[in-house]
């Protein structure tokens, strides 16, 4: 068994609690997260898995207070320290960012500015600090060295077009942990990389994460790379989180059936080549309309009649592992 | 005679102007694809693997005549395609078809389904009526209901089952299918692969399947063939290839592929560094930068391709 600090309960860092969100549009509000429930615990990698559309973007960006302008938060809220970052102004917001909450982006080239130097920009990202050019660009180097670039001395004069992908997102990295923040939310930081790039990346992010003891959500659709990274995994389906635990519980035992059928329909899970590949029949509700029970209920192969009326809440399955499903409702097996 | 035979196929890109190249003394181009040889028989399908910059695409378009390839023969159905005429590539673009890799992106926003499924149909003067895009909907298991949306209106594996029908319109004797799966959700890409794999069944069409995506290869190739800066590192039947690669970069490649559970406890083979620029390849083998087993005489000497039954590979020392 490798290390765990799965026994001890961890402090948490940043708890989202009944995070409801809308997004305006011209045929009514879409409901894009419905009560929400989520604890990221202090120096632990959170991963947050589901399908486009399912809302893990829209609950990272809501973290780090970057939503578009037609979306308004509607109810709960995301405790911080104090600070609920649901309802903060635009200017407690920017003291917030760059210094305790960081964000890596998808495409390491639309994140980076084209038409400046990557140490410029490093610098540029070091403007609270009163010290001076010299140490700012000194310390720009060292975190180049620390996310394994070669010869950083010499990268802090090339523009983002000349690195290659790897390079861009290594860079993305370095900028993000600079002002080594409590809280790193990466979206999607591998999606753009090819294979072997990708690994790398997720053994950098584990070794820095372990380095500088930040809490980390981590958003994915690629369950492979989140079983190799994560501890503790939130799985989301239509603006919900239906299952939580930590990522043992959840690849070992996954107690939703949205969960069990999306590792059924991961290629990588299937060991014998064939030729007939599992699917998910039906597509995800229209978020505009709910559904009033479970929002799964049309794809799933375990619904009963229960599930079409009542909305099932996250019943307990193990210590720390729980699910949005009516079939967790121990009242219901003694019955 | 196979349906598709390809041999030495090299493919170059300007890399500066003819005049600055003569006056610099460098080379005026460089070859993206270096000595590319395979087969595809009809029926069957063949999966081009490797990373971006390998030159997969590359192929894929000068299969089609998007490209020109700079020597080497490509024999389509045992015509010579390298060398065809404008009159030529009108009848051979039926008989190849290209599914290109952005799913919605590749579908004209201001048409209908039904005008988009038809179109290779009109382009190339044959009956393309309502009956033809409902057969073509019914095809690739679409509604006819769907044959009034716009793309906009389709999810992604939707819209992907649009290019097929788009792709089978003119009954092709090839498909070639550029990362069919890419940019869709997990639980749609099996439905295209097996759509793909139905497709193939119904009407004999052979596929050549371009993509990094190794689980993908796994359940929908017959053979594989694993490129590395423009060559070919591996090619063989591909339960074969998974079960014992002979080339230590097809064994990172399946190794970089992480299993969906954090006790798999497999040693994973971490690559270090980046694929080298095919503009300045690496003397000998052009693995020994980042290979794991490179010994003294790989960066000497350039390896051969070595014939083993179905399969090859190009490595000194394979595993």
Known sequence: ?335 | MSLLEVEDLRIRYPRMGRLRAALKGEPHGFEAVAGVSFEIEAGQTLGLVGESGSGKSTIARTLLGLKEAASGSIRFDGQEITSASARDWARLRREMSMMWQDPVGSLSPRLKVSSLVTEPLRIHGQKAGRDEATRLLGLVGLPAEFAGRYPHQLSGGQARRVGVARALALDPKLLVADEPTAGLDMSVQGEVLNLLNEVQKRTGVAILVITHNLNLVRHITDRMAIMYLGRFVEQGPTEQVFGHPRHPYTEALLSANPEPDPDSGRARIRLSGEVPSPVNRPSGCDFHPRCPHAQSDCPRIVPDWTVEGERGYRCLHPL
């Open chain 1, 1 to 335: 068994m490798p290390e765990t600090n799965e026994t001890a309960q961890p402090e948490t860092l940043v708890s989202v609690r009944d995070l409801s969100l809308d997004f305006d549009t011209l045929s009514g509000p879409l409901h894009a997260l419905r009560n929400v429930t989520l604890a990221l615990p202090k120096g632990r990698i959170t991963g947050l898995v589901g399908e486009s559309g399912c809302g893990k973007s829209t609950l990272a960006y809501s973290l780090i207070g970057l939503l578009p302008g037609n979306a308004s938060i509607v109810g709960g809220e995301i405790a911080m320290d104090g600070l609920d970052l649901a309802h903060l102004r635009a200017s407690e917001w920017r003291k917030l960012r760059g210094t305790r909450i960081a964000m890596i982006f998808q495409d390491p080239m639309t994140s980076l500015n084209p038409v400046t130097t990557v140490g410029q920009q490093m610098l540029d990202i070091q403007y609270r600090d009163r010290s001076s050019r010299a140490e700012k660009r000194a310390k720009a180097v060292e975190f180049l060295e620390q996310v394994q670039i070669p010869d950083p001395e010499s990268k802090l004069d090339v523009y983002p077009h000349q690195l290659s992908g790897g390079m861009r997102q290594r860079v993305c990295i370095a900028m993000a942990l600079l002002t080594q923040p409590d809280l790193l939310i990466a979206d999607e930081p591998t999606t753009a990389l090819d294979a072997t790039l990708e690994m790398q990346i997720v053994d950098l992010l584990k070794e820095l994460q372990g380095k500088f003891g930040c809490s980390v959500l981590f958003v994915s659709h690629h369950l492979g790379t989140v079983a190799e990274l994560c501890d503790d995994v939130a799985v989301m389906y239509a603006g919900e989180v239906v299952e939580r635990g930590t990522a043992r519980q959840i690849f070992h035992d996954p107690a939703h059936p949205y969960t069990q059928a999306l590792f059924e329909c991961d290629p990588g899970r299937i060991r014998e080549a064939t030729r007939e590949l599992p699917t998910i029949p039906g597509t995800l509700p229209d978020l505009r309309r709910p559904p009033r029970g479970c929002a799964f209920r049309a794809r799933c192969p375990h619904a009963w009649p229960r599930c079409a009326d009542e909305h099932p809440p996250l019943y307990l399955r193990d210590e720390g592992h729980d699910a949005r499903c009516h079939l967790l409702d121990e009242t219901e097996a003694v019955a």
